[in-house]
């Protein structure tokens, strides 16, 4: 089955740096990728999803990128403000199964 | 309704007892999911439903699991005889299609 790792586990930045999450695949025949984010004592919200027929999409701030030849994907999140702070999770699947597979998660704090 | 609607919010209960965690899906969404978020983890598939169907539910991790859906809306987890490393948060999601999972706030369940 589908594997996900996430790194970097934590990661701490100044308000207005940029925050990059990075995230590996290993089934190839994934093909669709989306980020949450969960706040403290919420259920994750879908922030931004990609799927493999394209290589960015970007959301105001926020922007995807995928590699399918390398099988990793990335978060990058510009301008970060201490709202941002969170536990955000990617995740893949592809469309002919249903459920999706997670990574660990990475809790970003943005310091004012 | 607006959202995914799970409850108990909280559920403390002592070793050896069975335990009921509801999940109202959002009208409409014919796919509803279970997963566990247990602290500091990732989130852990459990089971999925398609309609009152579930075709996958490999990720019940024993027999102490169990999950119904019906009339293809609530959906209810059913753990007997917990034990404490059961203690996790108990996620429900749902969606229209495979992608776009709308998850609840989550049941955090405490095993004393």
């Known amino acids: 089955g589908e594997n996900v790792e996430q790194h970097p586990s934590t990661l701490s930045v100044q308000e207005g740096d940029s925050a990059v999450i990075k995230c590996t695949y290993s089934d190839s025949a994934s093909n669709y990728f989306p980020w949450y984010k969960q706040e403290l004592g919420k259920g994750p919200q879908l922030i931004i999803d990609?799927?493999?027929?394209?290589g960015e999409k970007k959301d105001q701030r926020i922007a995807v990128t995928l590699n399918k030849t390398a099988k990793h994907f990335s978060l990058h999140i510009t301008e970060t403000q201490p709202e941002d702070s969170a536990v955000y999770f990617c995740a893949a699947t592809y469309s002919g199964y249903s459920t999706l597979t997670f990574g660990k998660g990475t809790m970003l704090l943005v310091s004012p | 309704g607006a959202g995914v609607s799970q409850s108990p919010s909280n559920k403390v209960t002592e070793k050896g007892k069975d335990v009921e965690l509801r999940c109202d899906p959002i009208s409409g969404h014919t796919a509803l999911y279970w997963y566990r978020q247990s602290l500091g983890q990732g989130l852990e598939f459990l089971i999925y439903f398609q309609g009152n169907s579930a075709p996958d539910k490999s990720g019940l991790p024993s027999d102490r699991f169990s999950a119904e859906r019906t009339g293809g809306s609530v959906s209810t987890l059913t753990i007997q005889r917990t034990q404490q490393e059961d203690s996790a948060v108990y996620l429900c999601?749902?969606?229209?299609?495979?992608?776009?999972?709308?998850f609840g706030s989550g049941t955090r369940l405490t095993v004393v």
């Open positions: 999601a749902s969606s229209l299609d495979r992608s776009g999972y709308t």
């Open positions: 990609i799927r493999s027929n394209v």
